[in-house]
């Protein structure tokens, strides 16, 4: 259950999730049993909500693991459109692959293995979706990787901006308030570089003034940036 919100939101959040399908649950049940952080199926169905809204028809994944995120997404994208998932784990790739082949969605998914930040390289884009969900401290990098890559009505989403490994929320106003109780001598040694690359990113993208940018307390907390 996300830190975000109750147990009866979640519960609610269940309740009216879109239809799963066999392989999504397998996932699902996969992610459980092995404690894979996926975006979880809340997430996920904000995520097809975005494609369909922004009428996607090419997105990029940061970081895809097993392909959970990219699964939900994938339908909505349609055959004629393209997700490319880029994973730095090879058997996590393979398994992405297997996945989309059992639910009939291979034929608009692209697999790349290796780093995400220079697979990106190889890519003229336009991108109209990208999800940022590799490294929370090379958000940043990652963000300027893509940006000019991005078709004019593209929305980044980066994950795990609010609650990600020991960072809680907590941790994050203090650190956006300036008065961060990491340690110095802690921030010096980058035992925090998942709050830093939050923090970081946030006041990237915020002092964008290409884009929009809303943070949505979703899963373990989204920024959503939409070009403007
Ligand atoms: C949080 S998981 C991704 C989950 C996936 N988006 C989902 O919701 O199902 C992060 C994944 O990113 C991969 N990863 C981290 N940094 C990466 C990079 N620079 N390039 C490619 N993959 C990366 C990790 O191996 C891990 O599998």
Redesign the pocket.
């Known amino acids: 259950m996300s830190i975000l919100h109750t147990e009866a939101v979640d519960r609610i959040l269940k309740l009216t999730a879109p239809e799963s399908d066999a392989v999504r649950e397998e ?1 699902e049940a996969r ?1 459980d049993r092995e404690r ?5 199926p809340e ?2 169905a904000f995520l097809r909500l975005c494609v369909r809204m922004r009428g996607v028809s090419s997105a990029i ?11 939900w997404m994938a339908p909505a994208i349609g055959s004629d459109g393209r997700i490319v998932l ?4 090879a058997d ?1 790739l393979e398994q992405a692959r297997d996945y989309f082949e059992r639910g009939g969605l291979e034929d608009r998914a692209t697999f790349e293995h ?4 220079e ?1 990106v390289e190889r890519y003229d884009g336009p991108f109209d979706l990208v ?1 940022l ?3 929370t401290s ?1 958000y940043v990098e ?1 963000f300027e990787a893509v940006r000019g890559k991005l078709s004019e009505n593209a929305v980044v989403i980066a ?2 901006v609010l609650h990600t490994g020991a960072v809680r929320p907590d941790d994050l106003v203090d650190a956006l308030e300036g008065e961060s109780r990491v340690s110095e001598s802690e921030r010096s040694t980058s035992k925090h570089p998942s709050l830093e690359g939050a923090v970081a990113y946030l006041e990237h993208v915020r002092s964008d003034p290409d884009f929009e940018t809303a943070v949505v307390p979703l899963g373990d907390g989204l920024v959503v940036s939409v070009r403007l």
């Open positions: 996932m992610a894979f952080p996926t975006v979880g997430v996920g994944e940061f970081g895809s693991g097993f392909g959970y995120s990219a699964y880029t994973e730095f784990d996590e290796g780093d995400a930040l697979i999800l969900d590799h490294e090379r990652g994950d795990n």
